[in-house]
């Protein structure tokens, strides 16, 4: 079985400042990870994934994420959080070596940034 | 542009009401999901389709049925409508067989079942 775990309900920072939102996966074989974003009243976006390669991955709006095997992490980063960055934020793993081919998502981040 | 559409936004309906929830994609993708949204638990799969006329459960397929005729629809049908089927339901797509490629997601539809 897969899953995926965003242990913080909620991340609230200050515009400007840098933000991260936590991702841990469970899966066997490799993993194929992506953050999606969704905004009020809309559908989810993708923002990034990871398949294989270089562990740090650059994604829309400025995003990026860096997996870590060992720690079995893909946590979403940001250098200078916006206001409009406020949106729910979704972890989704897949396994990448059998024919399953949907996504197990995380619970949500919800991002707050203040003014 | 790619597009995933809904054929409802917002849908109220009674217990026990059979429910049609439509999806179509214009983007010729294989893969098509149903989802549901629920506060503090994420998105959890109900059915996917990876080709016309398959259809495989997801995680929580009960009380769930789906159909696809052809390649750009794929419905999910609520054969007895319960209170406890109410949430927010999406649909997404995806061009490629196996996990590459992301999944492309409609605007939803928040079901209420009273």
């Known amino acids: 079985a897969q899953s995926v775990a965003q242990p913080e309900d909620q991340v609230n920072v200050a515009e400007g400042n840098p933000l991260t939102v936590k991702c841990t996966y469970s899966?066997?074989?490799?993993?194929?990870l992506f953050w999606y974003v969704q905004y009020p009243n809309r559908g989810l976006q993708f923002l990034l994934k990871y398949i294989t390669g270089d562990n740090l991955v650059k994604g829309s709006y400025g995003f990026e994420a860096e997996f870590n095997k060992s720690q079995t992490s893909f946590h979403l980063k940001k250098p200078s959080a916006l206001v409009s960055d406020s949106a729910l934020y979704f972890c989704?793993?897949?396994?990448?070596?059998?024919?399953?081919?949907?996504?197990?998502f995380g619970s949500g981040t919800r991002l707050q940034v203040q003014p | 542009d790619v597009k995933v559409t809904q054929s409802s936004r917002y849908l109220v309906k009674r217990t026990g009401e059979k429910v049609f929830l439509e999806c179509v994609q214009d983007m010729d993708h294989e893969n098509m999901f149903w989802y549901r949204q629920d506060p503090g638990l994420g998105l959890r799969l109900i059915y996917f389709?990876?080709?016309?006329?398959?259809?495989e459960k997801g995680d929580i397929p009960e009380g769930y049925s789906v159909s696809r005729e052809k390649k750009e629809r794929f419905s999910l049908i609520l054969e007895s409508a319960s209170t406890n089927q109410t949430s927010m339901y999406l649909c997404?797509?995806?061009?490629?067989?196996?996990?590459?490629?992301?999944?492309?997601f409609g605007p939803g539809t928040r079901l209420t079942v009273l």
């Open positions: 989704a793993v897949t396994r990448g070596d059998t024919g399953r081919r949907a996504l197990t």
């Open positions: 997404a797509s995806s061009p490629l067989r196996g996990g590459l490629a992301e999944q492309f």
């Open positions: 389709s990876y080709d016309v006329k398959m259809k």
């Open positions: 899966v066997s074989g490799n993993p194929y």
